[in-house]
């Protein structure tokens, strides 16, 4: 374990040196965590592959999907130079990339392999964090990626493939309303409290007995005046705290999914606690 260990710090620190400088990227202790949570669900899918082998595909698996082009390059020369001549294990997703391929066609879609690899990664990053956002440019195909990837879910929990459930969407533009109205506030004359949207969605959500997925997707701009308030939700606490005192505990089956064109006024804090997915 301690070769491996060094290996880790040893390749974050390179990445921090020599990749670009991303808004969305971070190499902290949370990017470190996400990895392990990754090198175990891999571990436990491929039980006969050895531990460098685990880590390799591990590391890939959670820095990929967030690089630019040109670092993905710098990434895979750091690899190799830390893993040399090794296959990075691959995990077995045949039936669930032929069930997006037949969902492009449904929706009328050319099933390229370029979207149907960043669909994969969403799910994979999904997997691992309960906290997500997919990041890029108008039109590069942030809202195609996620709404393919929930309609094979829901396709595959129908037929009853194990591990797939299905997947419930609850669409918000977050700045289309005051910080009052998404999360909540007291009405001066009655004092008594109203829930804001993010805040009833989550009620919704906690008390549903249905075991399907909830995906909380949040489509617009993220800046501090609304999504600090988030960081306790997109972390290991999973609770949000609203200014009346009370605590709204996520349940393993809601997930949060920001869809944003780039993160230069959220704080490193935010991205930190969030998976990345960059579409180019």
């Known amino acids: 374990a301690r070769p491996m260990a060094r290996k880790i710090v040893t390749l974050y620190n390179l990445m921090e040196q020599q990749l670009s400088k991303q808004e969305h990227y971070d190499f902290g202790l949370r990017a470190v965590k996400s990895v392990l949570n990754r090198a175990g669900a891999i571990s436990r899918e491929t039980q006969d592959a050895n531990e460098e082998v685990v880590l390799n595909r591990a590391l890939r698996d959670m820095n990929i ?3 630019v082009a040109e670092d993905t390059k710098l990434f895979n020369g750091l690899m190799l130079d830390l893993f040399p001549g090794l296959d990075a294990p691959v995990v077995n997703q045949k039936s669930l ?11 009328s879609l050319q099933p390229s392999p370029a979207l149907i690899y960043k669909i994969l990664q969403l799910y994979e990053s999904k997997r691992t964090r309960h906290g997500n956002m997919v990041v890029g440019e108008t039109l590069s195909g942030k809202t195609t990626a ?7 879910l ?3 929990s129908s037929r009853n493939e194990p591990g797939f459930k299905k997947v ?6 977050p700045k289309t309303v005051d910080n009052n109205e998404l999360y909540g506030s007291y009405d001066l004359n009655t004092r008594e409290w109203s829930d804001g949207i993010i805040a ?13 997925e909830k995906w909380i997707v949040l489509d617009g701009p993220v800046d501090t005046l609304w999504i600090e308030s988030m960081n306790t939700v997109l972390d290991d ?5 609203l200014i009346n005192g009370d605590r709204i505990a996520l349940t393993p089956t809601i997930s949060l999914l920001f869809e944003v064109q780039n993160l230069c006024q959220a704080s490193p804090a935010t991205v930190s ?3 990345m997915v960059y579409f180019d």
């Open 168 to 173: 419930e969407t609850f669409i918000i533009n």
């Open 237 to 241: 606490n999973k609770i949000l705290t």
């Open 154 to 156: 829901t396709s595959l």
């Open 65 to 67: 999907p967030k690089f």
């Open 200 to 212: 009833s969605i989550l009620r919704k959500c906690c008390s549903s007995e249905s075991d399907s």
């Open 146 to 152: 996620w709404k393919i990837l929930q309609h094979t």
């Open 273 to 275: 606690r969030a998976g």
């Open 97 to 107: 990339e032929d069930a997006i391929k037949e969902e492009l066609v449904l929706e």
